[in-house]
DNA sequence: CTGAAAGCGCTTACAG
DNA sequence: CTGAAAGCGCTTACAG
């Protein structure tokens, strides 16, 4: 399986009847280089089907142009479209994006970050809560870390760029509150950070109201109770327990309101439609390549806001 | 954003106090060092926070140890559990994997295989069928390259692993028919050829039981008819209309059954269920790769089967 | 067992 | 406007 001996410079050089350094300079359009000469070196690099070497290039830049994105697992959507976001910023900026990802897995996380780290890439976007802090702080030592989540830990070096949790919980709660809903409770999806502060958030807002709060964390349990709403920490926690409940012959909102987390695009597959919290992924996508180009260390937070559809 | 000089070699070299070929030597684990200076150098090397650089390894190596996987869209579930098939047998091999996707557009496509192009990597793996033809034949110049998909143009030197859609088209046509349906619909998707496969499948069975075929493009067309039963191209083209339909107040399957294809995790988490055609995707993942590393060009084709669940 | 040298494909001063 | 030389970080023969 070994590549194909590309034509290099050199051989283009010989083609065109030119030294290789001036091949280089007419390929980056360095001016210096006369017109003439220029084409016709193009020309012949055309031709050969030449195309120039990254890592060769890199190597003596000293910067790849790359940046590489972590992804907790591939197939989320909420994940996915932050990803769209970031290209978008980087391409506009001449970058090159690599994409891998972890499988909400510490260990697969850590791995390949590791192995982004030994390509050089010029900086990493981390969506995902899940990577170990020492390797957030060695991959920041080594080029500007952006984490787009919100870890327990969350090392000095590295810049982060999340939503208000504590916020959209409580436009959720607060949304099923004006509804009349008393007994809501909160149905926890994991046990990572950005759970507990939903579901903090959550009870913070019950205890101010003089109602009582009731965390679960499947589907089955919450049917067995029976509230009238509950707030699920993600869509897809929301619309597994959407299923459940339609399957025990509840009906939704009437039996049973839902509201999600994410607006992913589940939220409005499903029926009903799922009153849902929105997280500016566009925005945040930027953000972070914004920090990344600028190579500081910075903290930001963004606004959620609410999606009110058929669920609740 | 100039990266931090990260250690070579040579600071290793320095710091053990020999010469960088032995660093060299010694990290890679060829014999021929003793064990004692190998134990030694490799202390010093993670003492400094030596990290090989891939990209000078690939130089001299003359490949990468790196395959590209191009995704159609990111968080598509079909393709991404593709794509992590794809990984463990790469993995496995001690290869990495670059991960790009192009949003279903032919030109963002081809854009983003010409940037692997230039990473020299020693494979392409492609999961959409909306990649130019020239552009698939250029990179099989380049590097073995297989489609995991069924494109209008394969070039000669592109390998190919597809489910058999004609096949699967036919399971769901037929579990249909088998449960009494006749009036029966096809909901295209899109224009690939794909969906077109999977349309004159349909059509052909339909035929063969002297029944007439209706091909419509959108769930209000289909709604407009109001068949007994549809199959539709994909999970999510199914998910649509099992939406539509129930805002038009319809129950499913007694009102209208429907099929999809891909079974994808939508599949399970909409209600009812759906009853759809799944491709063995982890055995066409590692097909891909087992033909990536053999290196010739091979046409694969493996066989999809019927998920029965609640939709028909 | 260990070191000096050449070279992977490219860019960057430095002379002409 | 153009060429010869050095060097990016590494590996690979080739001598000792």
Redesign the pocket.
């Known amino acids: 399986m070994r590549v194909k ?2 034509p ?3 051989d283009v050089a010989r083609a065109a ?9 007419a ?2 359009n ?6 003439a ?1 220029r084409n016709r070196i193009l020309e012949v690099a055309d031709e050969i089907g ?4 990254h890592w ?2 890199s ?4 910067r790849t142009n790359l940046i590489g994105v972590l992804l907790n697992e591939l197939g989320n959507p909420h994940n996915t479209d932050i990803v769209e976001a970031i290209e978008d910023v980087a391409v506009e900026d001449g970058m090159g994006v690599v994409v891998s990802h972890g499988r909400r897995d510490p260990g697969t996380l850590a791995e390949r970050l590791q192995a982004m780290r030994r390509l050089g890439l010029d900086g990493f976007v981390i969506v995902s809560a899940h990577v170990p802090g020492k390797e957030l702080e060695a991959a920041a030592r080594q080029a500007p870390t952006v984490v787009i989540a919100n870890p327990y830990e969350l090392p000095d070096n590295v810049s982060q760029v999340r939503n208000d949790d504590a916020a959209g919980a409580r436009q959720a709660v607060e949304h099923l509150l004006a509804r009349g809903h008393k007994g809501i409770g909160f149905l926890a999806a994991s046990e990572s950070r950005t759970t507990r502060v939903r579901a903090e958030a959550y009870e913070d807002v019950m205890d101010a109201h003089g109602l009582a709060s009731h965390v679960w964390w499947n589907p089955a349990s919450v049917l067995a109770e029976r509230p009238s709403a509950v707030f699920a920490s993600n869509d897809r926690a929301a619309v597994r327990l959407l299923g459940s409940a339609a399957d025990a012959g509840l009906r939704m909102p009437d039996d049973l309101a839902i509201v999600g987390y994410d607006d992913t695009e589940l939220a409005s597959l499903v029926r009903p439609k799922l009153t849902t919290v929105a997280q500016p992924r566009a925005e945040m996508g930027r953000r972070a390549m914004e920090i990344l180009l600028s190579g500081g260390v910075e903290r930001v937070v963004v606004e959620p806001s609410l999606v009110v559809r058929g669920s609740a």
């Open positions: 001996n590309s290099t410079i050199v009847g030119v030294s290789k350094s001036l091949v280089s300079l390929i980056r360095d001016r210096g280089v006369s017109e000469t030449y195309r120039s070497n060769a290039r190597l003596v830049a000293g």
